[in-house]
């Protein structure tokens, strides 16, 4: 049986990554997520990668950009402001459509902002971030264990769409510690053969491959376009992962992601314990987002509360998912403030409270 | 059962340890856990704090504002923490570095002489575990067992021959807790 | 001997000079600087200079993201904080709108010789017409004790926790050397904070740097300050003054590696 070991959510996820085959980690140091890289130096070089300080996140996504078209797992990791500067570079990976691992243990913005945690960069995560029309695959984590998990499933998922997989956590996640238990892993299995595309030199008699985000000619990269949209589609319909906590019976939910929805957990949980009927949806993937079973949950609550660390931005999702069936409200915090449990409780009696008043009059 | 525990002190008197000590202590008796340090600048400028959860159940959030025991190492923790003890709760506060007390009354309240007892054992740094070992005299959520083996977690392998001086100082902390007994 | 204090701190403050004098324009806050940090002893130099200049009515200071983000809440003039590594590019967009104020930007080794490398190397080499301070501790201070561009072989961090390895790992960046080679240069020096002497170079030379500016001489002002980092060298303060003496200055000889008439 795997051990259980006690670890830091950013050093758990690095050491998945190693678990998981990685070749080549590329970053520049961020707080809050210094230790991924930190705990990679120590580690990766023994294991069988390659590691590299980088200059800056634009060189570090550059450097995944390279490393990537070999075909080889490689990743990097940086927080907000770092996350922010690798999006041209992201841009050319989407459209190269190569498979790599990304990482933004969000902080609190914007500018240079603060260190503590926040989930303010969902628009840029989930939308695309860079200029043009691509999308990653967006994972969020909601405990230690899943921050590692994620990582074996993100390089699969990168693998299987040639796709750029993006973990968006935060940085309690990332600072915290909780157990976590290493799947068995066998890399041979799951490594996808990337010979028909990767350049690792022209082999005698046959095609060059050429890894490029240029078409000059629009009708061509209309149908590179066409292309990706077919692919988001089949992400779309295959992989939305979320988890639903007590929303069998439940005739209000709330919808939160990553930490907010491990506060918000502990809110419905007091919730029902004073008697109300909550549950929780609690997305996994944020593209691609759960919108049909918050469409279908729609059909048998009486309202949402979205409880994100930022001004409001998944709660468009969850608006347009449930397209008006329901009235969906939005509590947050910002600037590095974690919401507690009792506010969100708040929230939801008010809620109840409402009703009651709308039942009676 | 679930125990929330908040460990508050100045950057370098182990809070951080502590806590974490503790949570690893909890992992080996099959018990969920969470450690959620203070981070950032707040720690270079002095103060650093941890909430320690120990459950047999699933954890929900690791965010919490109110705790069943606090674990106070100086005074700027304790003005800061006192009032988010639950009713009901504990407090065990270190008295040299604790000019004003506890004032609260709903609670109960530990005075422990660690950094005097610490000089008297001959092991400034083992204060923290004196204090640990007086909050486990009141509350045995974990064994002593699984402390020493948690230390050898969480101190590097260079430190190990410490886990002994630590170990006494534990059992010290725990003696200063123990009711005396009446003749 | 009971009143041994007292009597003491009245003579001493009879008889001796005074050594340390807060400069009006230093804001009489307390620093966040760890206990014998450069940083410190940079600021307070620096706004000296610029009242014996008598500029602090028109100077504009850029502040880095480093340990020095924070200068604003010190140097009494108006500031601007930049993102990681552009500060010189912050200052050239101040500087091209009102070239009759006086533009400094500070920064860390990590601010403007890693991420910041591309906007140092162009704003001297367009010769704008700014100072930059360059503190150059040899690591990253604020996020940790990380390697920086300019950590030396074999030094220990974080992020080279077996010392610094110059195959994986790339050489210390000489930049001011480098700096010194471009024409937009006007004045490239090295100087530190290890001694009473050492300071009073550093003003002078900065006192140079702002005088250039003042006049209007073509190009920029380079001045390096090697300085220490005691929290992420892991050293005492005392300790990290010899090793900055010891080591740093090895690799970073002191001097002026460019003066208007060179
Ligand atoms: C885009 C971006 N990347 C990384 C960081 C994190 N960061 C803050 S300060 C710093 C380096 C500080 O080192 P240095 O410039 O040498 O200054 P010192 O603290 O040593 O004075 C880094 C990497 C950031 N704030 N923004
Ligand atoms: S970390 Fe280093 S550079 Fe930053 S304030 Fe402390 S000593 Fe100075
Ligand atoms: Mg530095």
Known sequence: MATKLLMKGNEALAEAAIRAGLKAYFGYPITPQSELLEYLVRELPKRGGAILQAESEIASINMVYGAAATGERVMTSTSSPGFSLMQEGISYIACAELPCLLVNVMRGGPGLGTIQPGQCDYFQAVKGGGHGDYRMIVLAPGSVQEMADFVYLGFDLADKYRIPVLILTDGALGQMMEMVEFPEYDIEAHLVDHSSWATTGKKKGSERHIITSLFLDPEILENVNLHLQKKYDTIREKEVRYEAVMTDDADFIVVAYGLSARVSHKAIEMGRQEGMKVGLLRPQTLFPFPSEQLNALADHVNGILVVEMSAGQMVEDVRLSVNGKVPVEFYGRMGGMIPAPEEILNEINRFYSQKLIEETF | MTNEIKIAGFGGQGVLSMGMTLAYAGVFEGKQVVWMPSYGPEMRGGTANCTVIISNDRISSPIINQFDMAIILNQPSLDKFENTVKPMGQIFYESNNVINPPTREDVSVFEVPAALEAVNLKNAKGMNMIMLGAFLEKNPIVSIDSILKALKKVLPERHHHLISANEKALKRGMELLQNPVLS | ?262
């Open chain 3, 1 to 262: 001997m009971t009143n041994r204090n007292e009597g003491i701190q009245c003579e001493i403050l009879d008889r001796m000079d005074i050594v340390w004098e807060r400069p009006p324009a230093l804001l009489d806050v307390k620093m966040h600087y760890c206990p014998g940090c450069g940083h410190s002893v940079v600021h307070k130099v620096l706004m000296e200079v610029i009242e014996e200049l008598d500029i602090q009515d028109k100077t504009i200071g850029i502040a880095p993201v480093g340990c020095a983000v924070l200068a604003y809440d010190y140097l009494d003039i108006d500031m601007q904080e930049a993102a990681h590594g552009r500060a010189t590019a912050v200052a050239t967009g101040i500087k091209r709108v009102r070239p009759d104020r006086i533009v400094f930007t500070y920064q860390g080794d990590g601010d403007l010789a890693a991420i910041g490398t591309a906007e140092t190397i162009h704003t001297v080499n367009r010769g704008e017409q700014i100072v930059i301070v360059f503190i150059n501790n040899g690591i990253y201070g604020m996020t940790g004790g990380q390697m920086a561009p300019t950590t030396l072989p074999g030094m220990k961090t974080t992020t080279s926790p077996d010392g610094r390895d110059v195959e994986s790992q790339g050489h210390p960046l000489k930049i001011a050397d480098m700096i010194a080679l471009l024409p937009g240069a006007y004045y490239v020096t090295r100087q530190s904070v290890t001694s009473a002497k050492g300071v009073r170079k550093l003003k002078k030379a900065l006192l140079s740097a702002f005088q250039y500016q003042i006049e209007r001489k073509p190009g920029t002002s380079f001045i390096e300050v090697v300085s220490n980092c005691p929290a992420g060298w892991k050293m005492t303060p005392i300790e990290a003054n010899r090793w900055l003496k010891e080591e740093m200055l090895k690799y970073y000889p002191l001097g002026d590696l460019k003066t208007p008439d060179t």
